[in-house]
């Protein structure tokens, strides 16, 4: 097949380094996953390959330098994204995702979506009462959620964070586990914990929690409950039983918003028992104030490598027993649809 070549300019010297990365890694990165070859000058960058490639690190490239034209670092998960979007012929979308911050992190950084899932998840957050997030690990759902709840928090539009998920490890439960409450809780909240620090601080984090503003507590605490004005997430909620989910949903009060998040290809429940997450994505789908948001893994944030294993266990779907591709379960999300 014949080699197609371009050039692009830049219009900026600086461009060149915010664009290439330290010692050129984002343009080694887009030559690996795309297929080109890229030849750096400080006031061009040629690309060479087969012709739909070559366009491919084209709109890759172009659309890198408005972020560079706006002010904005470039870093290495931008250009993951990019490159994952031209594959998906969704490119055209990139820039959007820029344009909206959510919130500053406790470093001053702004934090933004950084896939159209994201968006897509973030989006229905904002419209409903109780949003399902599930897909595999590394496409942000832990993290997104506590940022918008303490965005909320900050706000004023609740009182206060409550964090829990179901005490089921590999086959251990609340139990069987060592220590004291906060001990047993506290390991499998680790992403919890680093969400809020980044976006709070570890010192802020610990006043809140001492005051009970935040709470972070197992999902059996949670029975018995009716949590008003509150921002509630419930994590690795693929671990959950019918009765418990049920019972999760049931808390919900006046002026509050419910996040659900799960990974159903990492279910750790007794063979025989279903997850509670795959029979609310049954149940659930078509009362208006629920939605469910399917993140896949184009949606992982993470090194190229991961989404290509998530596409390899992927491959093979298990189904039959509560355990199942999250690709292949549950009613596309009506914001999906929409966006149709």
Known sequence: MLEHSIDIQLKHPD?????????????????????????????????????????QARLVIQSLLVL????LVINTPDVVTAISMAKNDEIEKFVALYEEEIIKDN???????KTLGQKLYVDSVKRHDIVFGIGPAGTGKTFLAVTLAVTALKRGQVKRIVLTRPAVEAGESLGFLPGDLKEKVDPYLRPVYDALYQILGKEQTTRLMEREIIEIAPLAYMRGRTLEDAFVILDEAQNTTIMQMKMFLTRLGFNSKMIVNGDISQIDLPRKVKSGLIDATEKLSKIPQIDFMHFSAKDVVRHPVVAQIINAYEQEALAGDGRASFETIGEPSRSEEDED
Do not use: W
Request: a negative charge; zero cysteines; hydrophobic letters at 35%.
């Open 68 to 71: 560079v034209s706006r002010g």
């Open 15 to 55: 461009d060149s380094f915010s664009l290439f990365g330290s010692n050129e890694r984002h343009l080694r990165l887009m030559e690996q996953e795309l297929g080109v070859v890229i030849h750096a000058r400080t006031e061009k960058v040629q690309v060479i390959g087969q012709e739909e490639h070559v366009e």
């Open 107 to 113: 470093y001053g950084k702004p934090i933004r979506v």
